[in-house]
């Protein structure tokens, strides 16, 4: 069965620092995978996507994700973390095999401090 | 505005009462969702909508039942609520089978039963 595993459930970065959220998914064929930022109260909006193209992609605020293979990873960085980045990220893969469903991962709330 | 509309944002209701929330999409999505997001637990599917049939109940208790009259509006009727189903609720679509897009989530409906 697909998992996926995000460690830490809490990260706190300086402000300017480098945000990296880590995410490991087991999957038995190559997966789509998403990460979702959730601020207080909101729905999950998609901040970027993997679908096979290229490993490393770029998406909204200034996050990138990259694609490893041969780690089973997926892990979230932004080169320089801004206030407005304190949310909930979450991490999900979709078994193209199964339906698309998503699995989510359990969540990191990132803390930014000034 | 994510494009998935939930009504109302938020919801007081006692125990003995009967409320409806209300999801609406009009993405061209064939498939829903709705999410349980207690505080501090992982995000929990509770039921899945596709093409109009439900394919997933996972263990909901039968004080929520869900209703989809078409692709593009979706309910989860409430009546005899628990303090411990106070929670915020999520509604998402998706398109199957899946062209890599992901979901698509409302903003939530925040539940409070007292």
């Known amino acids: 069965a697909q998992s996926v595993t995000q460690l830490g459930s809490h990260v706190s970065v300086s402000e300017g620092a480098l945000v990296l959220l880590r995410c490991n998914y087991s999957?038995?064929?190559?997966?789509?995978l998403f990460w979702y930022v959730q601020y207080p109260n909101q729905g999950l909006q998609l901040l970027l996507k993997?679908?096979?193209?290229?490993?490393l992609v770029k998406g909204i605020n200034g996050f990138e994700a990259e694609f490893k293979k041969s780690e089973t990873s997926f892990h979230l960085t932004k080169p320089s973390a801004h206030m407005s980045d304190a949310a909930e990220y979450f991490c999900?893969?979709?078994?193209?095999?199964?339906?698309?469903?998503?699995?989510f991962g359990q969540g990191t709330e990132l803390s930014v401090k000034p | 505005e994510t494009g998935v509309t939930q009504t109302p944002r938020h919801l007081v209701m006692g125990m003995t009462n009967k409320k409806s929330l209300k999801c609406e999409q009009h993405?061209?999505?064939?498939?829903m969702y709705w999410y349980k997001q207690s505080a501090k637990k992982p995000l929990e599917l509770m039921f899945v909508?596709?093409?109009?049939?439900?394919?997933e109940n996972n263990s909901v208790p039968s004080r929520f039942s869900p209703e989809c009259p078409n692709s593009s509006h979706l309910f989860l009727h409430l009546h005899t609520l628990q303090p411990e189903d106070s929670a915020l609720y999520l509604c998402?679509?998706?398109?199957?089978?899946?062209?890599?897009?992901?979901?698509?989530f409302g903003s939530g409906t925040r539940l409070t039963v007292v």
């Open positions: 998402a679509s998706s398109l199957v089978p899946p062209t890599g897009g992901g979901y698509t």
């Open positions: 999957s038995s064929v190559p997966p789509y």
């Open positions: 993997y679908t096979s193209a290229a490993t």
């Open positions: 999900a893969v979709s078994d193209i095999g199964k339906g698309g469903k998503l699995i």
């Open positions: 993405l061209g999505h064939n498939a």
């Open positions: 909508y596709s093409l109009e049939e439900r394919v």
